[in-house]
T-cell receptor, first 117, second 112 residues
Framework: DTAVSQTPKYLVTQMGNDKSIKCEQN?????MYWYKQDSKKFLKIMFSYNNKELIINETVPNRFSPKSPDKAHLNLHINSLELGDSAVYFC????????????????FGAGSRLTVL | DQQVKQNSPSLSVQEGRISILNCDYT??????FLWYKKYPAEGPTFLIS?????DKNEDGRFTVFLNKSAKHLSLHIVPSQPGDSAVYFC???????????FGAGTTVTVRA
C-alpha cells in the first residue's frame, strides 16, 4: 500500500500543452510538497501546503499552479509547457510543516518524469 | 544559488570497505541536516539526521559527522554492502524554514 502515490509515472507531451500530475498520501500527514529534480539532479522545492494552505511558493513561473482539494491530495497543473519543464517531479508529505526533527521527515513519492518535446 | 553542495557525483567502493560521502553548505542558518537515500525509480527515503548541537550521530552502519566551523558534514557507511548502491542526498534546514534544501546527490556503487 503506497504511502505517497503520484500519477502518471511518465508523461511525454508537446510544447504548449497543459498537463497535470496528481499526488495522494495515505499517511494522515498535514503537509505536502512538490519538488523538482532537474537535469543537474538538484531537488528543488516548488510548493508546500499545510492543511490545504499554501505556505511555500518558491520562484516558480505562474504557469505552475498547485491545488490541494484536501490535505491528502496535492495536484500540480502546468500550463503552456516549455522544453525547460522537462524534469522529474516528486511529491512528498510530512507530519507537519516543522522539519526540525528526525521524528518528522519527508516521505516521497516515486516521482513523475515529464518530457516536453 | 545552491546552498547545499555535494561535489563528488559518484563513488565506487569495494564491499566491506568504508564509504565516505561529503557535503558542504553555505547558509549559516542551517542547523539540522539529513541524509536521504534513493534507489532508481523510487523516491528518496530518510536515512539519518543530525542536529547542530551534536557533531556525530550513529545508526547501525551509518554515521554522520558535522563540522559546523567548516560548514561540512559527511556520511560514513561501514561496512559497505551491495544494497547500499544508491544515490545519497544531503539536505539541510533550520527552524521555521519549512523545507529541505538538497544537494545534487552522490551515486554510490558497491562492488562485490
Amino acid at each position: 500500500d503506497t504511502a505517497v502515490s503520484q500519477t502518471p509515472k511518465y508523461l511525454v507531451t508537446q510544447m504548449g500543452n497543459d498537463k497535470s500530475i496528481k499526488c495522494e498520501q495515505n499517511l494522515g500527514h498535514d503537509t505536502m510538497y512538490w519538488y523538482k529534480q532537474d537535469s543537474k539532479k538538484f531537488l528543488k522545492i516548488m510548493f508546500s501546503y499545510n492543511n490545504k494552505e499554501l505556505i511555500i511558493n518558491e520562484t516558480v513561473p505562474n504557469r505552475f499552479s498547485p491545488k490541494s482539494p484536501d490535505k491528502a491530495h496535492l495536484n500540480l497543473h502546468i500550463n503552456s509547457l516549455e522544453l525547460g519543464d522537462s524534469a522529474v517531479y516528486f511529491c512528498a508529505s510530512s507530519q507537519d510543516s516543522s522539519l526540525y526533527s528526525g521524528a518528522n521527515v519527508l516521505t516521497f513519492g516515486a516521482g513523475s518524469r515529464l518530457t516536453v518535446l | 544559488d545552491q546552498q547545499v553542495k555535494q561535489n563528488s557525483p559518484s563513488l565506487s567502493v569495494q564491499e566491506g570497505r568504508i564509504s565516505i560521502l561529503n557535503c558542504d553548505y553555505t547558509n549559516s542558518m542551517f542547523d539540522y541536516f539529513l541524509w536521504y537515500k534513493k534507489y532508481p525509480a523510487e523516491g528518496p527515503t530518510f536515512l539519518i539526521s543530525i542536529s547542530s548541537i551534536k557533531d556525530k550521530n550513529e545508526d547501525g552502519r551509518f554515521t554522520v559527522f558535522l563540522n559546523k566551523s567548516a560548514k561540512h558534514l559527511s556520511l560514513h557507511i561501514v561496512p559497505s554492502q551491495p544494497g547500499d548502491s544508491a544515490v545519497y542526498f544531503c539536505a539541510a534546514t533550520f527552524s521555521n524554514d519549512y523545507k529541505l534544501s538538497f544537494g545534487a546527490g552522490t551515486t554510490v556503487t558497491v562492488r562485490a
